[in-house]
Each structure stands twice: as structure tokens, then as C-alpha cells.
Nanobody
Framework: DVQLVESGGDSVEAGGSLRLSCAAS????????MAWFRQKSGKEREGVAT???????FSADSVKGRFTISKDNDKNILLLQMNNLNPEDSAMYYC??????????????????WGQGTQVTVS
């Protein structure tokens, strides 16, 4: 079974930074389709960042230039470096994988396995 465990969420002041981690078991971070999503209170879950074709990082417009997705293949971990955080970034952040073959796009329907989430609060 695939298991995803997120960590790194915290409460920070505006302008601060955090690094989120997603440890995967039963799934290869180096070759799989993985992404970060977030869900703000009372809102729908939205895509933050993923790797599209040929391993190119893709991120949502709202986080471009501030958030960076990366992988640690040796540790089988997906990472999200978040800089210059603002209160609009406050949300539960989720790691997700696509368990089947197909294109890797930053849409909710692409992903079918989810972690439990890690809370980020920016004040």
C-alpha cells in the first residue's frame, strides 16, 4: 500500500519561510506523479505545485516565484520550499500521488492517493 506522511507545517509570521516534506512508502518519488495541494478553510482543495512532462516543475500562479517543489530521491521524499509567506497561504497542505498511468497535471482529478495533511498558518 502507498502511504504518504506530510510534515513541516507550522505557524509563522508574514514574510517567513517553511519547508514541507512528504515521506512516501510503497511509491517511488523519483519516477511517480506527485504534487502538493492546499485547502483553505471553507474553500475547495487547490493545486500548488507538481512535476509535469520530463520532470519540469509547475506551480500555481499564486505561488510562482515563492514556492519551489523538489524531490530527494535518496530519501524518497517530496519537498515544498515556501518563501515570503503571506496570510493567504494559510491552509492545510496535502501531498498527493497518482496511482495509475497517465499525464501528470495539477488538477484534483489526476490524484487518487492523499496524505493526512500538515497545517500552515501565517499571521
Amino acid at each position: 500500500d502507498v502511504q504518504l506522511v506530510e510534515s513541516g507545517g507550522d505557524s509563522v509570521e508574514a514574510g517567513g519561510s517553511l519547508r514541507l516534506s512528504c515521506a512516501a512508502s510503497g511509491y517511488s518519488v523519483s519516477t511517480g506523479c506527485m504534487a502538493w495541494f492546499r485547502q483553505k478553510s471553507g474553500k475547495e482543495r487547490e493545486g500548488v505545485a507538481t512535476f509535469v512532462g520530463f520532470g519540469t516543475a509547475f506551480s500555481a500562479d499564486s505561488v510562482k516565484g515563492r514556492f519551489t517543489i523538489s524531490k530527494d530521491n535518496d530519501k524518497n521524499i517530496l519537498l515544498l520550499q515556501m518563501n515570503n509567506l503571506n496570510p493567504e497561504d494559510s491552509a492545510m497542505y496535502y501531498c498527493a500521488v497518482r496511482g495509475s498511468r497517465g499525464a501528470c497535471t495539477l488538477t484534483l482529478s489526476t490524484f487518487d492517493i492523499w496524505g493526512q495533511g500538515t497545517q500552515v498558518t501565517v499571521s
